[in-house]
């Protein structure tokens, strides 16, 4: 699948009520076509072989489902390139802009790689958590969920979230109320 033909899809398949709805959720959406969740995971499925450079394509736009559906596609293959995984969370990371494709990135986009990498994405988390951008530490903070749920040592994700701790970001203050509630389900 070309990104001429995902694109002429997303045109197709967009909505001006699905538009409004995600403003609602997602209030920091800057640019979007208003396509549902299902159509993306519909595009991610025919994707068969992994094709990074179509992900970096889609990230690139800036569009929400673009970035939504380059990180289900990297995702669905970061075991392929577990490396080149890596560099592009880090990469994306300093472009995220709503806490949907923060989320999203941090959680399906490692989440076949979380055990394999797990000391590299602790350590990108302990690097992002001291960023001035709210959208990087936030993502630091879902990636120690992530982490969390993969089996990684409690203490040194405690230790690293009680350096965000009193952050006043309200989307960092309700990761922090995330990750507390699962370090105490896992």
């Given at each position: 699948m070309q990104l001429a033909e995902i694109r002429k899809i997303l045109r197709n398949k967009s909505s001006r009520r699905t538009?409004?709805?995600a403003k609602k959720f997602v209030p920091t959406i800057k640019k979007q076509y208003g396509?549902?969740?299902?159509?993306?995971?519909?595009?991610?499925?025919r994707i068969k072989e992994p094709d990074f450079d179509l992900v970096k394509k889609l990230w690139q736009s800036g569009a929400f489902e673009e970035r939504l559906l380059a990180v289900k596609?990297?995702?669905?293959?970061?075991?392929k390139n577990p490396e080149r995984t890596l560099e592009l969370i880090k990469r994306f990371s300093k472009d995220i802009s709503d806490w949907a494709v923060c989320?999203?990135?941090?959680?399906?986009?490692?989440?076949?790689?979380?055990?394999l990498k797990q000391k590299e994405i602790f350590?990108?988390?302990?690097?992002?958590?001291?960023?001035?951008?709210?959208?990087?530490?936030r993502f630091a903070i879902v990636l120690l969920i992530?982490?969390?749920?993969?089996?990684?040592?409690?203490?040194e994700i405690k230790k690293l979230a009680e350096k965000i701790k009193d952050?006043?970001?309200?989307?960092?203050?309700?990761?922090?109320?995330?990750?507390?509630?699962?370090?105490?389900?896992?």
């Open positions: 538009r409004e709805s396509v549902k969740a299902l159509v993306l995971n519909e595009i991610a499925k596609i990297l995702g669905k293959f970061s075991n989320d999203t990135l941090a959680t399906q986009g490692i989440r076949k790689i979380i055990r350590e990108i988390s302990k690097e992002l958590i001291k960023s001035k951008n709210l959208w990087q530490r992530e982490l969390n749920r993969s089996g990684f040592d409690k203490k952050d006043k970001e309200p989307y960092i203050k309700k990761a922090i109320i995330w990750l507390d509630k699962e370090l105490k389900k896992y």
